[in-house]
């Protein structure tokens, strides 16, 4: 079974530019969830979604957006790019089957985003 | 709201010395707790968990046990390997559709 693909693997832009990543799930699994890594911040939770909904969002600004598809593929933006959005970002999924609170997050290896 | 706090890195040890990475939450329920891993260049990988009180996770020579009355999760390995140089880190989930709250991380190096 594939895990969790995210692209492009490194990205580099500039202040003001908007990108998009992508992150396809392991097979099966309907939810998506984003976080973004820094060396000072940690890991802060984005947003999750769940069969085309976010289910749930973390305390970013209305820059950053997501969304899901129906095959379960999700797609995050950030627009008017800053200094600041420099970060590891991760996708994880999970199947969500039961609903259960200790259910397993996959984890990508994540997207390099450097704004310069 | 919910947190963990994770002790600060990095760490380093020589091989086969004992590990204990402190964690402790704040919760306003009953969470379920994890430990994850992520090596460098990866994404993180569930290392172990426990869903309630006295409960002990357990996974490639490290544990860790719930403590309901410290509020307290810490990793423990007995023997480390250079192979276990990684980031560490320790995360809690409320409830069914709550996100996954993560410590700050811990560094781990080993060296020979």
């Known amino acids: 079974k594939a895990g969790v693909t995210q692209t492009p693997r490194y990205l580099i832009k500039t202040r003001g530019q908007q990108v998009t990543l992508s992150c396809s799930p392991i097979s099966g699994h309907r939810s998506v969830s984003w976080y973004q890594q820094t060396p000072g911040q940690g890991l802060q939770f984005l947003f999750e979604?769940?069969?085309?909904?976010?289910?749930n969002k973390g305390n970013f600004p209305g820059r950053f957006s997501g969304r899901q598809f129906s095959n379960s593929r999700s797609e995050m933006n950030v627009s008017t790019l800053e200094l600041g959005d420099s970060a590891l970002y991760l996708c994880?999924?999970?199947?969500?089957?039961?609903?259960?609170?200790?259910?397993?997050?996959?984890f990508g290896s994540g997207t390099q985003l450097s704004v310069l | 709201g919910d947190s963990v706090t994770q002790m600060e890195g990095p760490v380093t040890l020589s091989e086969e010395a004992f590990l204990t990475i402190n964690c402790t939450y704040t919760a306003t329920g009953y969470p379920s707790l994890f430990w994850y891993v992520q090596y460098p260049g990866e994404g993180l990988q569930l290392l172990l968990k426990?869903?309630?009180?006295?409960d002990k996770g357990s996974n490639k020579g490290f544990e860790a046990t719930y403590r309901k009355e410290t509020t307290s999760f810490h990793l423990e390995k007995g023997s480390v390997q250079v192979s276990d140089s990684a980031v560490y880190f320790c995360a809690l989930k409320l409830s069914r559709n709550e996100k996954l709250t993560f410590g700050t991380g811990t560094r781990l190096t080993i060296i020979p």
């Open positions: 426990a869903t309630k009180a006295d």
């Open positions: 979604y769940f069969s085309e909904t976010q289910r």
């Open positions: 994880a999924s999970s199947s969500d089957s039961l609903g259960a609170r200790n259910e397993k997050l996959f």
